[in-house]
């Protein structure tokens, strides 16, 4: 292939990487403090209408991104209500997150199936754009996707350095040190989920505000769940996750133009390939010893306190 | 010393749970430079005591004064707060971060973590104390002495006065113990004021200034240790009785033989012959890992005797083990009494139905209230406590469990009796009482005691075997006294001339 072929391919996979991306991180950060949240998918489409809905009555797409942010973190409360509040069972909470979440979303958003709304439109960065073949790739994008590029190192830094991040690893590793070292455990807890459904409800709008500006039904389609699985895969590390959520969006771009291109391959088989390279990825990331880096205490919940 | 404040006064502090009174009117002190032993029984109600110090547990009456102002340590924060601080018997520590991370986890500071400066701080204060561990190193890469120490260098990070040890020598070889407690003994050089729960009466001779016992939730005693002149004297007062760690053995004629083992090897096994008749006793010690676990394992139907003939109350292994059967056969008390031998998350009487659900069976369900009767009989026999069927295995003590255990086995009558390691980490009276349910149930069966005991096995045996590298070195009546005093060199594999 020429690189007049691959050079917006790759551009493209970063484009439909970074939706994955934010959710990703979203669910690390959360899985970090030790509640397993698989409602991502749930909190990820809720953002996405919040912001859609925000972003068309407003006409601002930046403040239907941030109230995005917010949906999610709102969708997730329920989780840390069910999880935390009443320790009820973390994997079922979470799919009862997905559920909800999906059914919410496609009833409140039938009047706007088709419509669209202000999105963001893409923005070469002056300068950075013009370096060869990186610059097209990198820094031809929408300004959602240059905010995603600090997220990663950001959290790592504040994962690694910080004295709030200690905390709120060692809740997820093991809630009675941090209970005997004085840490509110709990409040480690509700921080994660409620930071990692800011990040997951950012994903969404991704999808209605700069991968299309339109409304669709289903419009996460499965996103949600390629986030859970490339936790595993990043063995929850933010900058892990970037390699994982690019190879994603590089597959997914791959598929469409795959099928633009009009090959012989049936469209359902192309249409399978990112969720068969998840199962491939998780099978790969388990042959490696994972166990040494997942959260010790992930989706275990707290004793209750006497 | 006499006019000092103490660092701590408990007074009059009473606890319970349910019906069960776990600290009755207790009244101490905690002085600065003193290392105070608190000395009692499994279930004497020591760790309460410590947890309502720590914070963990809110007295139901009572005071607590610091220095000589009362206070309420509600939550561990307070306990933290006041000086405070306890070594758990389960460390507390983050195994995927490292020594300065523990250590700073929880201490409040500016957003940042600055590492060098942790590591320094860890470093220099471990040095005062004469204790070697690496800030830099992750916790699943330490010992467990290097743990403890973690441990306590977060006591002393937070400039804890009070430090609290939940038997800290459980987990740590000989030489680890004796580093510990020099470290104890600069803390208290240093003015700290220690408290060491423990049931080992050398070390608490050993290390203590002071020594409190307790007894059923109430001090008993406080004696100075240099006042205390043996072990016996502190056992006695610890148990409030002689004790007398000479069971009465009557000889019993031996009967039929009940388990034969003959050339077996393997599995680090080398050409095992042993034979055990009813009404004997038959004691294998030698060092751990000598041959003893693979041996039981054959014996009690857990691995294939292979090379070898394995021979159980007359029939041969494969059909002694295809026929079953809950009564009159083979009980396996085993070493790891909660996890072979019960379900932590069951309660007591799903854990005696786990091997006596022959006997309360019809058909293909359960009479569940026969069996509850006869449990709660077993209960009250055996003394265990809490004496509730509805407890989960895990809230009863090792001694109570262990005698749950065997309640449950003797239920079954067997004729023989496998029993591995029955007392380790009893106290002394829990001890004794497995004891005599042993020699008992001798009357009846024949019994192969694994231990590395030798005092267990003089008590209890009829004749001993040595084991060694895979082999029984020899074997003997207990009351041969020329080859009894050779044990120890058999035990390490010296050649007897």
Known sequence: MEIAIIIPLLAAAVQSG?????????EIFTEKSGVLNLGVEGAMIIGALAGFIVSRYTGSPALGFLMAGFAGALATSIHGVVCLWFRGNQVVSGLALTILGAGLANYLGTSYVGISAPGFKTMAVPLLSSIPVLGPIFFNQDILVYISYFIPPAMYIFFTSSRFGLGLRAAG??????????????????????????????????????????WTTNLTGGRGWIAVALVIFAFWRPGRAVLGAYLFGGIMALQLRLQALGTQLPSSILLMLPYALTVFVLVISSWRKKTSEEPAALGVNLEPVD | MEN???????????????????NKDVTLEIMKGEILALLGENGAGKSTLMSILAGQLVPDTGTIYLGNKPVQLTTTDKAIAAGIGMVYQHFKLVNAMTVAENVFLGQKGGFWLNKQKMCRTVEQLAGQYGMTVDPRARIHDLSMGERQQVEILKLL?????????????????????????????????????????????????????????????????????????????????MVGR???????????????????????????????????????????VGVAGNGQKPLVEAICGLSKPLPGTVTLLGMEWRKFFKKGGWKNTLSYIPEDRQGLATCQGLDLLDNFLLTTRGGFSRGPWLKREEAREKANLLLEEFDIRPPDLTAFAWQLSGGNLQKMVLAREFYRKPRLIVAEQPT??????????????????????????????????????????????????????????????????????????
């Open chain 2, 424 to 497: 380790q980490g009893l106290d002394i009276a829990a001890t004794e009482d497995v004891w005599n349910l042993l020699l008992q149930a001798r009357n009846r069966a024949g019994i192969l005691l694994v231990t590395g005991d030798l005092n267990e096995a003089f008590a209890l045996s009829d004749r001993i075997g040595v084991m060694y590298n895979g082999r029984i070195v020899d074997t003997f009546r207990t009351d041969n006294k020329e080859k009894v005093e050779q044990i120890p060199q058999m035990m390490a594999g010296l050649a007897i001339s």
């Open chain 1, 18 to 26: 970074t939706p994955i991306l934010y959710a990703t991180l979203g």
């Open chain 2, 157 to 237: 990070h937070r400039k804890s006065t009070v430090l609290i040890f939940d038997e800290p020598t459980a987990v740590l070889t000989p030489s680890e113990a004796d580093n510990l407690f020099d470290t104890m003994k600069i803390m208290v050089a240093k003015g700290k004021g220690i408290v060491f729960i423990s049931h080992k009466l050398e070390e608490v001779m050993a290390a203590a200034d002071n020594i409190a016992i307790l007894r059923r939730g109430e001090i008993v005693d406080r004696v100075a240790a240099a006042d205390v002149s043996s072990t016996a004297e502190l056992a006695e007062r």
């Open chain 2, 4 to 22: 000092q404040l103490p660092l701590i006064r408990l007074e009059n502090i009473s606890k319970s749970f349910g019906r069960v009174q776990a």
């Open chain 1, 173 to 214: 590793e093991y809630p009675a040190a941090a209970t005997a070292a004085g840490l509110n455990v709990a409040a480690y807890r509700w921080f994660g989920i409620m930071v990692g459904g800011f990040f997951m409800g950012l994903g969404g709008a991704y999808l209605s505000l700069a991968y299309t500006h339109l």
């Open chain 2, 242 to 284: 002689e004790v007398l760690l000479q069971v009465d053995k009557r000889v019993v004629e031996p009967h039929q033989s009940v388990l034969k083992v003959e050339e077996l090897s393997g599995q680090q096994m080398k050409e095992i012959n042993l034979e055990v008749r009813q009404g004997e006793i038959l004691a294998l």
